[in-house]
């Protein structure tokens, strides 16, 4: 059980275009998305904290107009990367929230590479 | 502020050797903590957790006990294989923050045969 997808896994844009990734919890709901950024090897980089049917959380330093998350559902939600450019270029990963045995867990999607040429 | 700072890596083992990856953390209150594997090109599995003091956490053999009197959460384990290679994180989860983790930087382990 507790199973996120995230969907495309890989995707190659050219620069001043748009990226939507999507991030589903398969068979629980969540309502409470995060969505993290990865260089290569480093850790996660919390970008936004997102609930069902509000507006998301941003980190500080974390373009809001750059990265735009919705939370239509309680088991999707998308981040859209708005006039990528190479330095967006990264490992993006989502993890839903739940509750197990009166904690929060997070489960996290298998990732999304994102290259702008 | 809520913070976790791991062994730095990257660490290199036999096949067969005793692992330990330190984990310290600073947090107000009681947080849940939690180690997390990655394997190359993939998300984040959670590997084992503990949500209070004097908790084990445990799973594929590895451990970690959560030590509130030294902030401690390291992970072990006896006999590592080839297939445990990958990049392990400590993270928390402080109380009240809705699930909000905070990762340590990372510590690659490589195994070899």
């Known amino acids: 059980g507790a199973v996120v997808s995230q969907h495309p896994s890989w995707v190659i844009c050219k620069s001043g275009t748009s990226v939507k990734i999507e991030c589903r919890s398969l068979?629980?709901?969540?309502?409470?998305m995060f969505w993290y950024r990865q260089f290569p090897k480093q850790s996660l980089m919390l970008m936004a904290t997102?609930?069902?049917?509000?507006?998301?959380?941003?980190e500080q330093g974390v373009e809001k107009d750059k990265f735009l998350i919705n939370h239509a559902s309680l088991t999707l939600s998308t981040l859209t990367v708005t006039s990528a450019h190479p330095e967006d270029s990264s490992f993006y990963i989502c993890?839903?929230?739940?509750?197990?045995?009166?904690?929060?867990?997070?489960?996290f999607g298998p990732g999304t590479r994102l290259t702008v040429t | 502020g809520n913070s976790v700072t791991q062994m730095e890596g990257p660490v290199t083992l036999s096949e067969e050797a005793f692992l330990t990856i330190n984990c310290t953390y600073t947090?107000?209150?009681?947080?849940?903590l939690f180690w997390y594997v990655q394997y190359p090109g993939e998300g984040l599995q959670l590997l084992l957790k503990?949500?209070?003091?004097?908790d084990k956490g445990s799973n594929k053999g590895f451990e970690a006990t959560y030590r509130k009197e030294t902030t401690s959460f390291h992970l072990e384990k006896g006999s590592v294989q080839v297939s445990d290679s990958a990049v392990y994180f400590c993270?928390?989860?402080?109380?009240?923050?809705?699930?909000?983790?905070?990762f340590g930087q990372g510590t690659e382990l490589s195994v070899k045969p």
């Open positions: 993270a928390l989860s402080a109380y009240n923050q809705g699930g909000k983790l905070i």
């Open positions: 947090a107000t209150g009681y947080p849940s």
């Open positions: 993890s839903a929230s739940a509750t197990s045995g009166g904690t929060y867990e997070q489960y």
């Open positions: 503990a949500t209070k003091a004097d």
């Open positions: 068979d629980f709901q969540a309502t409470t």
């Open positions: 997102s609930n069902e049917g509000s507006k998301a959380t941003y």
